[in-house]
């Protein structure tokens, strides 16, 4: 072994950097594919109000079985469509149709739809609004159901326009998000100024509070802040119920996490949904 380390390390280390650069070729090809047989899916998380633990909203996350390679993961996929362009084409899948569903979910429960939006397809910033525009006025669904998350990437290397982008969004009534706060490098006040008006605090956070006293002060810090500066916080990742407890009693309002439910199909979540209003009437 130490042999072979020695002596066909290089090698073995130009076998994995090749196998790495096949997986990326294969799913280029594949993506491709996947787009134009419509086999992407979009899958629906419910964002629940912590003290209530009513569903108040969705988040779309995109799904990819491949028939050869099985379930790619979007933290794999999105990556490769933003290097080779195809991050236009599913960003404008998933927001067709996660504001379509999100239209017809409205005579069920006013639900606001997050959607996830890359920095990538903000290069096309106009052509991006526009299509905003467009999709809400086919699918009927008001601007204020849709809630635009992005990562603080987007701030980094700002285009000129970004700003006047972004307040002109907010002031159709669109809720802008910062997704994965606490793993970028953003104040809270710039933020803000910015026109954020909430974020999701990451859920490494969460996940590692019961055994980091420092990630737990890092969020109790974070909601603090989020409620001096009147910003809404949605906690991910909430696994377990003392998480939940914990955050809703240092004013988190909102949640979202496998306690709750994993991301599940449009079929799956009308169903969440109508349970939800059967209990509701029964227990009015
Ligand atoms: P994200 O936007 O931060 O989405 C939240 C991720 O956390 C999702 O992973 C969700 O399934 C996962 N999650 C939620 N609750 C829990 C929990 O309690 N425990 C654990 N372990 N995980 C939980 P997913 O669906 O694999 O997506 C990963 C990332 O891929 C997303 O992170 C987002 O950055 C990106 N992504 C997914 N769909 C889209 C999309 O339509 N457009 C863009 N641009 N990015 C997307
Ligand atoms: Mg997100
Ligand atoms: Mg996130
Ligand atoms: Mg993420």
New binding site residues.
């Given amino acids: 072994r130490a042999k072979d380390a020695g002596r066909n390390g290089f090698s073995f280390y130009n076998d994995s950097m090749n196998q790495d650069i096949q997986r990326k070729l294969t799913l280029n090809v594949r993506l491709h594919q996947a787009i134009s047989l419509d086999d992407i899916e979009i899958y629906y ?1 419910p964002i629940l109000d912590l003290a209530s633990r009513k569903i108040i909203g969705a ?4 799904r990819w079985t491949d028939s050869e390679l099985g379930v790619v ?3 794999e996929f ?1 990556p490769l469509a933003e290097k080779n362009g195809l ?1 236009h084409k ?2 404008d899948i ?1 927001l067709q149709r996660a504001c379509s569903q999100a239209a017809s979910w409205q005579s069920i429960t006013p639900l606001k739809m997050a ?4 920095s990538v397809q903000f290069r096309y910033s106009e052509q991006l609004q526009a299509r905003i525009v467009e999709v809400l006025a086919q699918t009927g669904l008001p601007a204020d159901k849709l809630d635009m ?1 992005v990562t603080e990437s987007l701030l980094i290397d700002q285009e000129s326009g970004l700003m006047t982008m972004l307040a002109y969004l907010k002031q159709l009534g669109i809720e802008m998000s910062i ?2 706060f606490g793993t970028g490098y953003s104040a809270l006040s710039y933020l803000q100024k910015f026109s954020f008006s909430k974020l ?1 605090i990451d ?1 490494a956070f969460i996940n590692k509070m019961a055994s980091s006293k420092s990630d737990k002060a890092l969020v109790t810090a974070i909601l603090a802040m989020a409620k001096s500066l009147e910003m809404k916080v949605v906690a ?4 377990d119920e003392q998480q939940a407890q914990f955050l809703q009693s240092h004013g988190c309002e909102f949640g ?4 709750f439910s ?2 599940v199909t449009a079929e799956a979540f009308t169903q969440l949904l109508m349970e939800q209003e059967s209990l509701g009437v029964a227990t009015a």
């Fill in positions: 998380q988040e779309a996350l995109m993961s979007p933290d999105i991050i599913l960003g998933v959607i996830n939006f890359s998350e997704d994965d999701k859920r991910e990742g909430i696994e979202q996490g496998y306690l994993r991301p």
